[in-house]
């Protein structure tokens, strides 16, 4: 119960760090182009509705992302790239943790943040 409390709070709070437009500079190095290795696609798309290529690649990399729970979140900027926006707290759960969410268009990742380790906990659509 304190756990689902937490995140539901979590949340709440990054929706309201959302609304007021945070932006982050730009980092240094540019990260590595989005790969969609191990996504399978459907041969046949005559009969089902077309979604928009932003769509598409927000949901192909939503399932990518999903390879990289319980693994190191820096394996997984590799394949699908940096987040758009982040936001950290400290954990409920794991003191001398913090919990991270990490936002990407269509989807958002939870992760645990350990000093130098950041693990992929799970990933939510949006």
Not at 46 to 60: I, K, L, R
Not at 110 to 123: A, P
């Amino acid at each position: 119960m304190k756990k689902t409390l937490s995140l539901l709070l979590l949340i709440a709070l990054l929706g309201t760090l959302c609304a007021c437009g945070h932006s982050q500079a730009a980092p240094a190095t540019p990260s590595p182009a989005p790969t969609t290795e191990g996504v399978v696609s459907a041969t046949d798309t005559s009969s089902t509705p077309q979604a928009s290529s932003t769509d598409t690649d927000a949901q192909s990399h939503m399932q990518v992302a999903q390879n990289y729970i319980g693994r190191e979140t820096r394996d997984m900027y590799a394949a699908i790239g940096e987040p758009v926006d982040s936001a950290y707290s400290a954990s409920q759960d794991q003191p001398g943790s913090e919990d991270g969410m990490l936002f990407y268009d269509g989807f958002y990742i939870w992760t645990l943040r350990t000093g130098e380790s950041e693990i992929v906990q799970e990933v939510y659509p949006e």
